[in-house]
Structures are given as C-alpha cells and as structure tokens.
C-alpha cells in the first residue's frame, strides 16, 4: 500500500520535444505528490508539486496531471531542453507526514 | 542562506566496519530526515529526528542508527557495514519534518563497502 510505482526507467527525447513520465500509487491516503529532479552528485531537488484537490499544475514548460480515480499522475516536459537531462522521480506523503515514497526514478535524456 | 551539508562527501569501509555520517541542516530547520538511495531500491526511507527526538523510523535492520543533538545537527551511524550498504545515503531538512514544506536535501554522503 505504500508503493509507488514509476515508468518508465529511462527515456530519450530529441531537443523541443515532450517528456512524459508516469507514476501509480495505491495508498489513497497520500494527499501530497512532488517531483523531484536529480543531477548527478546532487540530491533531489523539488521541482514541482500537486494536491488531489486539482486535476493539472503547471509551472513554466513542467506540468503534472493528476487522476484520483485511477490513482495515477504524470510529469510532462514541454520544449525539453539538454539542461533538463537527469533522473526525476516521483513521490507521495500525507499532509503532516514525515517521510516520502519515492518511485524507483527515470533517467531523462534529452538528444540536442 | 546556506543549504543542507552532509560530511564527508565520500567514503570506503571495509566490512565489518562502522561509519558514522553527519548532516547540518538549514539553519532553524529542526527536523532531519535520512534516506538511502540504491540503483536497485531506489530512495528509501531511514529514519526522521525533530528535536533530538526519532519520531519515525523505516524498515532498516537495527545496525542502521541515528541521533540529533540540540543544534539540529544529525549523525547517522551503521554498524558492521555489508556490502549491501553501499549506497548514497541523503539527509532532508525541514522546519518541522512536514514533507510538504521546506523539504531539502543535501547532495548525499556516498559510501562504498569493499
């Protein structure tokens, strides 16, 4: 019940394209998912976040859906850019949680 | 403002060896959370301290400890090291533990067990 689970592991988009990664959970008591990006030697770092209470966030060219029904949301990476290669992961808590529950990450490569 | 800092950036033990990792977080953070990250299990959950109090712990064997002294700084100690603890292990930071604010890494201690 605690998973998280996130396709696909790795994913190589040409420069200007569209980078769409995928995440199921099953706890439906997690009412807090971010995304988080990682570059090498670096720790994951939040870049973006959504609440059940809203369908779709966007921030700049990263965008989440979210589908309560179907327990799922995505990350969508609009005009990918060479900068954006790195590993991004997915995440759950509860509101006042202490922890995260990560997907097992996507290794983003983006061809210029 | 200065972000997460985790000491030493690198580290090779031997089997059988204990380590001890450090972790300062953002300055009035109170809450230290510590996670390994592994190709194979991904980022999993240790344990969290707020106030030089555990408050959550994952299922990590017993050799995996902590603690948090009254500056917020954390250690993180494993004891009789295997193999398998080879991993980055990272540590968040965040005023009051709340996942959903404020939530920081740092760049990880990487530890190899040889």
New interface residues.
């Given amino acids: 019940q605690q998973q998280v689970k996130q396709s696909p592991q790795s994913l190589i988009v040409q420069k200007g394209g569209i980078s769409i990664i995928n995440c199921a959970y099953e706890n439906t008591a997690f009412d807090?998912f971010?995304w988080?990006q990682q570059f090498p030697?670096?720790?994951?770092?939040?870049l973006i976040?959504i609440r059940p209470d809203v369908s779709e966030k966007k921030e700049g060219r990263f965008t989440i859906s979210f589908n309560k029904s179907a327990k799922q949301f995505s990350l969508h990476i609009m005009d990918s850019q060479p900068g954006d290669s790195a590993t991004y992961?997915c995440?759950a808590?509860t509101?006042?949680?202490?922890?995260?529950?990560?997907?097992?990450?996507t290794r983003l490569t983006i061809n210029p | 403002k200065a972000g997460?800092t985790q000491t030493p950036r690198y580290l090779i033990k031997t089997r059988g060896q204990q380590v001890t990792l450090s972790c300062s977080p953002i300055s009035g953070h109170r809450?230290v959370?510590w996670y390994q990250q592994t190709p194979g299990q991904?980022?999993?959950?240790l344990f969290?301290y707020?106030s030089e109090t555990q408050?959550?712990k994952?299922n990590f064997p017993g050799r995996f400890s902590g603690r948090q002294f009254s500056n917020s700084r954390s250690e993180m100690n494993v004891s009789t090291l295997e193999l398998g603890d080879s991993a980055l292990y990272?540590c968040?930071s965040s005023l009051a533990?709340?996942?959903?604010y404020g939530?920081?890494?740092?760049?990880?201690t990487r530890l190899t067990v040889v």
């Fill in positions: 807090y971010p988080y030697g670096k720790g994951p770092a939040l976040a992961f995440a808590s509101e006042g949680a202490q922890k995260l529950v990560f997907g097992q990450g | 997460v809450s959370s991904g980022l999993q959950f969290e707020f408050r959550n994952g990272l968040a533990g709340r996942t959903t939530y920081t890494f740092g760049s990880g």
